[in-house]
């Protein structure tokens, strides 16, 4: 079973920051925050990771709680081509395979 | 560089018959998963390679089969298809493992299989 709970969907203005919420309360020590994204009939995106440090790439920023129950994945101009399904994954570096919930369906609209 | 090519990118089946998918991993890359993603889910783990050797699985049954070859490239066979095999299959690779952990998978677009 996946480790997070996430928000079925959000809107999004274009222009704006786009802010998605994720909840991994269960997380232990030697487990990273992963976050990808999947545009219809496409394969995941990879996006962004962390372990307990705020992270910042060229796509997006990630916000993890110093308890590190939950983190946000922050889209700082969220645009058009933003619309996906962003899935939120918990997983040890020593295990490799990914378990994805049903994610949060982000639709940036005009 | 080039990404996780899959193929074919859709096919159609009948129950009971035998698919095989096939996946070249992005250069440089040594491992390998299979994802069966149904509609309006997330993608499930179904195995991973690395090194032509399964080294993990999820819950799938015997009749869901691959290999990795020496080039990293593979493939997932699927015996006595049924109905509920229907989903679009992924193909995802990454290069080694460090103490930091994946930088990510790259995956491919995948494969739509339908079972009629």
């Known amino acids: 079973d996946a480790k997070t709970t996430q928000p079925p969907s959000m809107d999004c203005a274009e222009g704006r920051a786009a802010n998605l919420p994720c909840n991994h309360s269960?997380?232990?020590?030697?487990?990273?925050v992963y976050w990808y994204r999947q545009i219809h009939s496409q394969g995941p995106q990879y996006i962004i990771h962390?372990?307990?440090n705020n992270e910042t790439n060229e796509m997006a920023s990630l916000i993890i709680t110093e308890d590190r129950k939950s983190s946000t994945l922050i889209l700082p101009h969220a645009t058009l081509r933003d619309t996906a399904v962003y899935y939120c994954?918990?997983?040890?570096?020593?295990?490799?395979?990914?378990?994805f919930g049903t994610g949060t369906r982000l639709q940036v609209f005009p | 560089e080039t990404g996780v090519t899959q193929s074919p990118t859709h096919l159609i089946k009948t129950r009971g018959q035998q698919v095989t998918l096939r996946c070249s991993s992005q250069s440089g890359h040594n491992t390998v998963s299979w994802y069966q993603q149904a509609l309006g889910q997330g993608p499930q783990f179904i195995f991973q390679?690395?090194?032509?050797?399964?080294?993990g699985r999820g819950n799938f049954p015997p009749r869901f089969s691959g290999l990795q070859f020496p080039n990293y490239s593979s493939e997932l066979n699927v015996n006595a298809l049924e109905l509920d095999d229907s989903a679009l299959y992924l193909c995802?690779?990454?290069?080694?493992?460090?103490?930091?952990?994946?930088?990510?998978?790259?995956f491919g677009s995948g494969t739509r299989l339908t079972v009629v």
């Open positions: 962390g372990l307990k």
């Open positions: 390679y690395y090194r032509e050797e399964e080294n």
């Open positions: 995802a690779s990454t290069g080694s493992r460090d103490r930091g952990g994946y930088s990510g998978y790259t």
């Open positions: 269960t997380i232990s020590g030697n487990e990273y």
């Open positions: 994954i918990v997983r040890s570096y020593n295990t490799d395979k990914l378990i």
